[in-house]
């Protein structure tokens, strides 16, 4: 029946039938209906977290109380009422939050008002990723289906979420009348990814049989593209229609690539039954693409049986051009084809090149001829280029097919890829043919020869490949024996002879006869496969020595269910890979290695079984029964014996690792939720490096393993305290994973030479999750000793608006955890812990809170100084009160520091200091005095220890201050100074008081030998002191200057 007859059948009667009242036998009351954790499966599962259902149908009249239903997918919420008598009113309101990618978020309301046999009407509101907003009146008893519909959106946009590819803005659309007398009318303005910004406009109208398109207009890159049609599918389906484009100019969208077009184009058509046919008496365009000239003209017309007639069609770009010109009709063929191209370069975006030639057919349908000569030089496409290619052939068919074609390609030339010529050769007949290919070039060079015949009553063909040798990247492979093949084209069939490829460093052999099709079966051989082969490919790292050989056995049926059956088996000897780390070769032997995959009865198996030489075992299988369905989960892994020795070798002098890893592992469950049972035990573990910040003992760890859940103990022995771990992960959600890891210690020594000693007691607790990693728990320091060596004056900190570049130059990104890290951890600081540095010797005390967050690291607390000794103003001053406030940003602290001249070399009772507050980065300094005072007098008790006025002779103590301050002043130069000579820390100081004060000049000239020079200030007497550091609390000392001594110096600390 044509598609009219059906659409007129569809709405010649009302959609609502006539009127009938609908009179249920009962009244129904449903005051309350709960539901909890439903589970619908299906194409799509659904699950009902919970529902409530209240409604009412008293004589006729139904109420909707409550639908509120909470599902994964999202939520309803609906109530309403509806009579099924009179008219039928209905009032309904549904409101509705999808959670279903990529509408999550979206929410959804409807309203139904009306009556069904009245005028019912409809809107629906959506809000979230996408915006519309729908109205529609119809009446559903009436013949012709009357409606009015109006859809719009300020706009719409795809994907709709993450980066728009597609905006429609404005959207207004609108649809009124009957559907046997409709008018149809749509706004919008669009843009997008490689789409220009366009407006468009549409009208119409039609009815049941025919639609007529008044314009369809889009308006872009400054001009317009017109659309006028007429579809009818009264009968068969067909169209008649015109497409225009007006000054139509893509300068300002594509700069690189302006054209400028005006054309027509005339069609008519028609579709039935599977067939088609199409007429196009009209076709121009004309312009001009980058200064060159357009111009396609011509008239065609052709259908589905590939019958075609072309009065004309001649296409111009530039000096380029192709006409075709001929028929191919029913039986007589006589169509010829021309192209003429000289200067290809800049016709289209990166080709070039020239080309000319012909391509001719002629004879009948039942014997046609091919005929093509064509010749290109210099082509071009991005960075593909051809020096030259010639394709010359005649093909004719009759009783069978005979002919010749001749295809030659000079200089083939890409990234990576250099072919210096590519040779094919095919000439012969359906009952003897044959096909030569010859190729020179990298990466890949050689030849083949194939013979055949074709039968073409029993549709088979019959061929052998022979002669065949390829040189690659891994070395040469060619045929030990010609191959041959078969294929039956009614069995859908082909069969590949016996033979094998041979590589001086590999052999590859198929055995016996491959049958490949519907059904079959495929031995592989792999005789030998030396890694060596891979040499190549892998990075300057990595070396790998050995020989493979194994075997794949595949057999498979697609005319029944289930997976092919088969099995691969890989047994390597004398395996040996050296992985470079840190500059240190990690050799890897192998005294056993055998893979297998087993895929038989519906179950895959994976196996392996590693002994690693004068080391461990490492062996085991994964099954996976039913792969297509259940896949559920068997077999096990095994560890013995495994030594962590095995990476000394990266390992510096005098560093080493121990350890001995055991493991029987059980798996179960399936893909979705693996089960893992058994135990993991690593135990005698000792690692000795300086990159450890403890002295370990032999140490243990064990994880146990019981299902979809995990426990973690262990010890971490050190050579004073241990480390308490305990943990537990549960994976029985996979997507939502836990594990929990705590350590607690006492007194542990900590060492980070040469700076830091000291002696942590953690209780701490690590938490993590797929969505986020915790740390909390608290941190004592009962004792420390903190030693920094002084650093050069010059030493300058790297500024906070430096970019880092990498070897491309190129700002780095810097690298963001993808887990983010929240921290809560409490550091008391006890009683005994002491600092020496830049001239502070004090006692520390305090306790601070890290906490981390996605805003960043912060410290909230208070460290205090409760004694010490600050060297400043070239003085030893006390700390008499000392305070870092942190609140915030741990570089920040709010300074609170008094430091006094000691009170029994200040004359008068008088206490002289420096008060410094403020933050670390700015802080201020005043110098004050008890009693108060004026500024100069303080700074004379502070820097002589006496006022000003005093009668003592004071040209000593003078001279002594002021070179102490300018010695303090020239810490900068001196440093920069002793870089320049290669002597580090380089600095200038004063030693001694009173008479015996010298100018001290001191710096390490190799790592651990230090010299000083001091020259008295009064005396001019000498002295040179060399001091070496044995050990990291042990020296020895020897000093010349009016005496000489020999000293061997320990340090201790209490």
Not at 391 to 399: A, H, L, Q, V, Y
Not at 441 to 462: C, H, I, N
Not at 653 to 669: D, I, P, Q
């Amino acid at each position: 029946q044509p598609v009219g007859d059906t659409l007129n059948d569809l709405i010649r009667n009302p959609v609502q039938p006539e009127r009938t009242d609908v009179h249920l036998p009962l009244n129904l009351n449903i005051e309350s209906f709960r539901g909890e954790q439903l589970r619908i499966t299906g194409d799509t599962d659904l699950t009902v977290r919970t529902m409530l259902l209240k409604v009412s149908s008293i004589d006729g009249n139904m109420k909707l109380d409550t639908l509120d239903i909470d599902a994964n997918q999202g939520t309803v919420k609906a109530s309403g009422t509806a009579q099924l008598a009179n008219n039928w009113p209905v009032d309904i309101t549904l409101n509705s939050t999808l959670n279903i990618d990529p509408l999550k978020g979206e929410k959804i309301k409807l309203k139904v008002g009306g009556a069904l046999r009245e005028q019912l009407e409809v809107g629906v509101n959506l809000s979230g990723p996408m915006d519309v907003a729908l109205r529609a009146q119809t009446r559903l008893a009436e013949a012709g289906l009357p409606l009015n519909l109006e859809v719009v959106s300020q706009r719409i946009a795809w994907p709709l979420t993450g980066d728009t590819q597609f905006q429609a803005d404005d959207l207004k659309l609108k649809l009124s009348g009957k559907m046997t007398d409709y008018t149809l009318s749509m706004r919008t303005a669009v843009k997008g990814q490689d789409i220009p910004p366009a407006t468009i406009t549409l009208d119409a109208k039609g009815n049941e049989r025919q639609i007529n398109l008044d314009k369809l207009t889009v308006a872009a890159l400054e001009g317009k593209t017109e659309l006028k049609a007429l579809v009818d599918w009264q009968q068969a389906i067909s169209w008649r229609g015109e497409l225009t484009l007006n000054g139509i100019n893509t300068a300002k969208e594509i700069p690189d690539w302006p054209a400028k077009l005006n054309g027509v184009m005339k069609t008519k058509g028609s579709l039935y039954g599977g067939t088609w046919q199409m007429d196009v008496p009209e076709l121009k365009l004309t312009g001009n693409v980058k200064q060159n000239s357009v111009n396609v003209n011509g008239t065609l017309k052709g259908n589905s049986y590939m019958q075609w007639t072309i009065p004309g069609l001649h296409l111009a770009l530039g000096p380029n051009s192709a006409d075709i010109k001929g028929e191919l009709g029913v039986k007589e063929l006589n169509l010829d084809a021309a192209i003429d191209a000289p200067g290809l370069d800049n016709a289209l975006p990166g080709l070039g090149g020239m080309a000319k030639g012909i391509v001719k057919v002629r004879g009948t349908v039942e014997a046609p001829q091919l005929l093509a000569d064509i010749t290109a030089r210099g082509l071009r496409w991005q960075e593909l280029s051809v020096a030259q290619a010639r394709i010359e052939g005649n093909i004719k068919s009759t009783d069978q097919i005979a002919g010749h074609l001749n295809v030659r390609v000079e200089r083939i030339s890409q990234p990576d890829v250099n072919i210096n010529l590519v040779t094919l050769d095919a000439k012969g007949s359906e009952k003897q043919h044959q096909l030569q290919l010859r190729v020179q070039g990298e990466p890949v060079s050689g030849q083949l020869s194939l013979t055949g015949s074709f039968d073409r009553e029993a549709a088979r063909w019959k061929g052998t490949l022979s002669d065949t040798r390829f040189q690659t990247p891994v070395g040469p492979w060619s045929l030990t024996r010609a191959i041959a093949l078969d294929y039956r084209n009614k069995e859908q069939k082909i069969s590949i002879g016996p033979h094998c490829w041979l590589n001086p460093n590999a052999e590859l052999c198929i055995p016996q006869t491959i049958d490949a099709g519907a059904a079959g079966r495929a031995v592989v051989n792999l005789n030998r496969f030396d890694l060596a082969m891979l040499k190549p490919f892998m990075p300057d790292t990595t070396q790998a020595s050995g020989v493979f050989s194994g075997k794949a056995d595949v057999s498979w049926d697609t005319t029944q269910e289930g997976l092919p059956q088969g099995k691969v088996t890989l047994s390597g000897r004398n395996v040996k890979v050296t992985q470079t780390v840190n500059d240190a070769p990690l050799p890897v032997a192998f005294e056993t290695l055998n893979l297998s995959a087993d895929l038989h009865n519906n179950r895959a198996e994976l196996g392996w079984l590693i002994r690693l030489t004068n080391n461990g075992q490492f062996d085991g299988q994964v099954q996976v029964t039913d792969p297509q369905g259940r896949r559920n989960l068997g077999g096990n892994v095994n560890m013995r014996n495994l030594n962590l020795a095995m990476v000394n070798p990266v390992f510096s002098r005098g560093e080493k690792a121990a350890g001995m890893l055991n493991a029987r592992l059980r798996l179960g469950g399936d893909v979705q939720s693996p089960q893992l049972f058994g135990q993991l035990q690593l135990s005698a573990l000792d690692i000795d490096g300086n990159f450890m910040p403890f002295e370990m003992q032999p140490s243990q760890l064990t994880m146990n393993f019981s299902g979809t859940r995990s426990t973690l103990a262990g010890i971490v022995r050190t050579q004073q305290g241990q480390i308490n771990l305990n943990g537990n992960a549960d994976w029985s959600q996979i997507d939502n994973w836990r594990a929990r890891v705590t350590a607690k210690g006492s007194r542990v020594r900590i060492t980070v030479p040469p700076m830091v000693r000291l002696d942590v007691s953690p209780d701490v607790v690590f938490d993590a999750t797929p969505s986020l990693f915790t740390l909390d728990g608290r941190v004592d320091v009962p004792w420390a000793r903190i030693v920094v060596h002084d650093l050069p004056e010059s030493a300058v900190g790297v500024s906070s608006d430096v970019v880092m570049l990498n070897n491309d130059l190129q700002p780095e990104t810097p690298q963001t955890a993808s887990i983010p890290i929240n921290s809560n951890l409490t550091v008391h600081v006890g009683n005994n812990v002491r600092i020496d540095a830049f001239g502070l010797k004090a006692r520390l005390t305090g306790d601070l809170k890290v906490a981390q967050d996605k805003q960043g690291l912060g410290l909230n607390g208070q460290i205090n100084i409760p004694d010490g000794r600050f060297r400043a103003y070239g003085q030893d001053l006390l700390v008499r009160k000392g305070e870092l406030l942190f609140s915030g940003p741990p570089d920040q602290p709010l300074l609170n520091i008094e430091a006094i001249r000691n009170p029994d070399a200040t004359e008068d009772d008088v206490i002289a200091g420096v008060r410094v507050t403020g933050t670390a980065d700015e802080p201020k300094a005043e110098i004050f005095s008890d009693p108060a005072m004026p500024q100069a007098e303080a700074l004379s008790y502070l820097l002589r220890g006496q006022g000003l006025d005093s009668n003592q002779s004071d040209s000593a103590a003078m001279t002594s201050m002021l070179i102490g301050l300018g010695v303090a002043q020239s810490g900068q130069v001196v440093g920069k100074i002793g870089e320049t000579f290669g002597v580090s820390n380089l600095a200038l100081d004063t030693q001694g008081v009173g008479d015996s004060s010298q100018v001290v000049v001191s710096g390490y000239v190799l790592p651990g030998l230090q010299v000083k020079y001091g020259v008295g200030i009064f005396d001019s007497l000498a002295t040179l002191t060399l001091r070496y550091r044995l050990m990291p609390k042990l020296y020895l000392e020897a000093v010349s200057g009016v005496d000489q001594a020999l000293d061997l110096l320990y340090q201790f600390e209490f």
